[in-house]
């Protein structure tokens, strides 16, 4: 079983719709917690960053940590077709530790 | 202009040939990172470094080297004992410590 699991898409939603996308893990010890955006043919970029449980909200972004479930998600809000891309989450545990990033899925946002 | 450059954009190799990948970054971080990503996998850690002239093996070292003799380049040689090289490199940065991670372009290797 991966340590962290998410589902590859590909999601298709029309403009202006709410997207949710998620992750699972099975380490009880992640702490931090991050959404990364890639374009196509481009490097990952950090979009949101989380520590714990609980909400983050960044313009349309709104990350969601549930540790109890261990269940991330990530909401955007009037999705744009700008926003189509392909949304990685990373978590690691306490004190340094490497990265541990999901497969990533793919998001269409069609006008 | 800050950020991470990593040539060439695309490189073509046959089979048994070694091949380096060059990743710069002129944003004054200490560490720097391989991945590679292949489809329906996420990013999988190579090697990464903290500090100059030190550096560590992550996951999938099997068939890789790297060195760190400058703090802003930190080149990746795919030997010809890994077995699976055609992938897509990624190379990153960050302040040491730090979780946010400045990823370059990307190099996609394919090697016939």
């Known amino acids: 079983q991966k340590e962290v699991e998410q589902d590859p898409g590909p999601l298709s939603v029309p403009e202006g719709a709410i997207v949710s996308l998620n992750c699972t893990y099975s380490n009880s010890a992640f702490q931090y917690f991050m959404w990364y955006r890639q374009y196509s043919r481009k490097g990952p970029e950090l979009l949101m960053y989380?520590?714990?449980?609980g909400n983050k909200e960044d313009g349309r972004f709104t990350a969601q940590v549930d540790k109890s479930s261990k269940y991330i998600s990530l909401f955007i809000r009037d999705s744009q077709p700008s926003d189509s891309a392909t949304y990685l989450c990373a978590m690691r545990a306490g004190g340094y530790n490497k990265l541990i990033f999901g497969a990533g899925t793919r998001l269409a946002v069609h006008p | 202009d800050g950020g991470i450059t990593q040539s060439p954009k695309y490189l073509f190799r046959k089979e048994g040939q070694n091949v380096t990948l060059s990743c710069e970054q002129n944003l004054n971080h200490d560490a720097m990172y391989w991945y590679r990503q292949d489809p329906g996998q996420g990013l999988r850690l190579i090697y990464y470094s903290q500090i100059v002239n030190d550096f560590q093996k992550g996951d999938i070292a099997e068939g890789y080297s790297v060195s760190r003799e400058k703090k802003e380049s930190f080149p990746l040689t795919v030997t010809s004992a890994q077995k699976n090289p055609t992938a897509f490199y990624l190379c990153?940065?960050?302040?040491?410590?730090?979780?946010?991670?400045?990823f370059g372009p990307g190099t996609r290797l394919t090697v016939t």
């Open positions: 989380t520590y714990s449980s």
């Open positions: 990153a940065s960050s302040v040491a410590g730090t979780d946010e991670q400045y």
